[in-house]
């Protein structure tokens, strides 16, 4: 709610825009951009096509974006016309500071079943790590593999995603994934427990992973 109250970043920085790319897998997504002024790793997507290459998206200054494209083989970096903001990048420093004051006042639990960060492979289970991740998260790149690796790593049996999500970003998790994006895919979400033979635990047990 605390977003459609955020100021825009200062007019004379220039407009800001994401871009997608491909990259070899075994190219370690940041080392593209040590020499490159005002361009940031946004994503990490994982795994596309055969697997042999990685989709990364980077977030900048649209001048900067267009200028490192050019240094690549042609049509090689897609710059979005659709995305004004370089999200989960330091472009977006304007919106952790604004949001800081709402952080640091508002009330963490520790979470019930963990939460597995996008931005380490790693479980979170402290109100602490909740509440670090929501400060990191406008200006810290993420990567759906760590996510992913995480949720292997815990045994998960069943991915439920909710909402529009990338088609394929999850292709690679070796569980099965459903995609929930309206009200009327539920019970095809609910079906797909049974039908992958999932056993849930009681209530007692907490929220199902």
Do not use: W
Not at 51 to 78: D, I, K, N
Not at 86 to 96: D, G, M, Y
């Amino acid at each position: 709610m605390r977003l459609r109250e955020v100021p825009p970043p200062a007019a004379d920085t220039g407009p800001q825009a994401v871009a997608m790319l491909r990259i070899p897998y075994d190219t370690a997504p940041g080392d593209l951009l040590d020499d490159v002024p005002d361009v940031y790793l946004s994503a990490d997507l994982g795994r596309v096509g055969t697997g042999q290459e990685r989709m990364v998206l980077l977030g900048g200054y649209r001048s900067a974006l267009q200028r490192f494209g050019e240094g690549l083989p042609a049509g090689a970096l897609h710059v979005s016309e659709d995305h004004g903001a370089a999200f989960h990048s330091p472009l977006q420093r304007h919106i952790s500071d604004f949001l800081e004051p709402t952080l640091d006042a508002m009330t963490f639990h520790d979470p019930r079943v963990p939460v597995h960060s996008c931005m380490e492979r790693k479980a979170l289970t402290t109100a602490d790590e909740i509440r670090d991740l929501f400060h990191r998260n406008p200006t810290a790149p993420v990567s759906v593999p760590h996510m992913i690796g995480g949720l292997e790593d815990n045994g998960t049996e069943l991915g439920l995603v909710l909402g529009p999500a990338a088609f394929g970003t999850f292709q690679n998790a070796s569980f099965p994934v459903v995609h929930v994006e309206s009200p009327d895919h539920v019970f095809e979400a609910m079906t797909a427990v049974y039908d992958f033979g999932i056993e849930l635990p009681s209530t007692e047990a907490g929220v199902a992973q």
